[in-house]
T-cell receptor, first 116, second 110 residues
């Protein structure tokens, strides 16, 4: 149980284009989903927290207009990187949490984004 | 801040034991997680400690001392596949978000 999928696993795009990443909880309903970014040899940095049916909460320094998050259902959240630039190249990982407050986060397999 | 400190790298021999320490700020503590992450993959859940003491799960054990702001992950009977990064993550009650340490890269040598 507690499987989270992400799609696509890898994406290469040209500078200025937008990329959408999907995160799905396959066998449980996720009240809360989180989006992280990880640069090489660094730890995970939280970008935003999304709760189903409400607006995402962004961490300081993360541009909400650049990283659009939609959590339309209890099993799906999407992250859209708009007008991507080479510095947005990173490993994007989502996690899903069955409950609110204190609960284990289950991570998706990650999406490797390369912006040329 | 919510500084979470763990060693950067550790090396051990196959079959040996390795202990990865993690220290954190105690204020607002609400639980500590250990995750394993292989290169290029997402983290996988290993353990969760919220009360003091030792939690054992097969070859992996995790210990917590809340008063000292200290945890360790113990890996026994090391196998080559245990070579990975191990992330200490703390849940603080003010926002219920996980704060991650930088990770400890463990290399298991034959």
């Amino acid at each position: 149980g507690a499987v989270v999928s992400q799609h696509p696993s890898r994406v290469i795009c040209k500078s200025g284009t937008s990329v959408k990443i999907e995160c799905r909880s396959l066998d449980f309903q996720a009240t809360t989903m989180f989006w992280y970014r990880q640069f090489p040899k660094q730890s995970l940095m939280l970008m935003a927290t999304s709760n189903e049916g409400s607006k995402a909460t962004y961490e300081q320094g993360v541009e909400k207009d650049k990283f659009l998050i939609n959590h339309a259902s209890l099993t799906l959240s999407t992250l859209t990187v708009t007008s991507a630039h080479p510095e947005d190249s990173s490993f994007y990982i989502c996690s899903a949490q069955p409950g609110q407050g204190v609960d284990t986060q289950y991570f998706g397999p990650g999406t490797r984004l390369t912006v040329l | 801040g919510q500084n979470i400190d763990q060693p950067t790298e550790m090396t051990a021999t196959e079959g040996a034991i390795v202990q990865i320490n993690c220290t954190y700020q105690t204020s607002g503590f609400n639980g500590l997680f250990w995750y394993q992450q292989h290169a290029g993959e997402a983290p996988t859940f290993l353990s969760y400690n919220v009360l003091d003491g030792l939690e054992e799960k097969g070859r992996f054990s995790s210990f917590l001392s809340r008063s000292k702001g200290y945890s360790y992950l113990l890996l026994k009977e090391l196998q080559m596949k245990d070579s990975a990064s191990y992330l200490c993550a703390v849940l603080f009650s003010n926002d219920y978000k996980l704060s991650f340490g930088a990770g400890t890269t463990v290399t298991v040598r034959a």
